[in-house]
């Protein structure tokens, strides 16, 4: 599969066609490094003085080269279709050779960070609730507070090995009145709605 590019990311990338195999290769490190740590400006000044650009002109390179890397692990992208996608781009068939050979000993780091971007969402277990009536004796303006305590269990990883798992759940406890716990359910039941939409179902679509 492919991977698309945007018209800018297309042109960022266009400042990479013109240079020595030495030069890709310290781009496509130095996009590992800004996966692994961040990389400050000052590398990113020094590597346009050395080409005679401008510091945005890197930094907008080496994003552009970091998303034909992560989106091409995400997609699954096999090494042939990511040099076919490279050559489409205008580099020359020794440029891509390169390229590719960096995307295949670099998949495992790739895949890797792909892992962690993903959003770490918690999943339900079991819940218990308990009705209490706060009683004040001093005053007879206010003689009772409701307050509904909540027990919620959840997984902390949604895996199913893990889910699986005995004692893997945990347990929280919450407290609120019942007009908080009215305006919490009313804002949960506009959000269930809102998954059922046809633009969320055209979005998650896309993020597949």
Same mark, same amino acid.
């Given at each position: ?9 297309? /042109?960022?990338?266009? $400042? ?19 996966? =692994?740590?961040?990389?400050?400006? @000052? ?6 003085? @050395? $080409? ?39 580099? /020359? ?24 971007? @993903?959003? @770490? ?5 079991? $819940? ?23 027990? *919620? ?17 945990? =347990?929280? $406890? ?26 969320? =179902?055209? *979005? ?5």
């Amino acid at each position: 599969m492919a991977v698309t590019l945007s018209a800018d990311q297309k /042109s960022h990338l266009a $400042l990479l066609l013109s240079q020595e195999h030495t030069v890709i290769g310290e781009f496509c490190r130095l996009g590992a490094q800004y996966l =692994r740590k961040g990389v400050t400006p @000052k590398v990113f000044n020094n590597a346009a003085a @050395k $080409l005679g650009v401008e510091s945005s002109k890197v930094e907008n390179a080496v994003h552009a080269l970091i998303f034909l890397l992560l989106e091409s692990i995400r997609t699954h992208t096999t090494i042939t279709a990511f040099k076919e996608t490279v050559l489409m781009l205008g580099f /020359s068939e020794d440029t891509s050779e390169l390229m590719s050979e960096f995307y295949s000993n670099s998949s495992d780091e790739l895949q890797h960070y792909v892992q962690d971007m @993903k959003v @770490k969402v918690q999943q339900y277990h079991d $819940l218990e609730w308990r009705f209490d009536i706060m009683a004040d004796k001093r005053s007879i303006h206010n003689i009772a507070a409701p307050v509904i305590t909540i027990g *919620l269990h959840y997984y902390e990883d949604t895996s199913e090995k893990n889910v699986n798992m005995n004692n893997s759940s945990k =347990r929280v $406890l919450l407290q609120t009145d019942p007009n908080t716990l009215l305006f919490i359910t009313e804002k949960l039941e506009e959000a269930l709605q809102e998954v059922r939409s046809h633009n969320f =179902r055209w *979005l998650m679509k896309l993020d597949k």
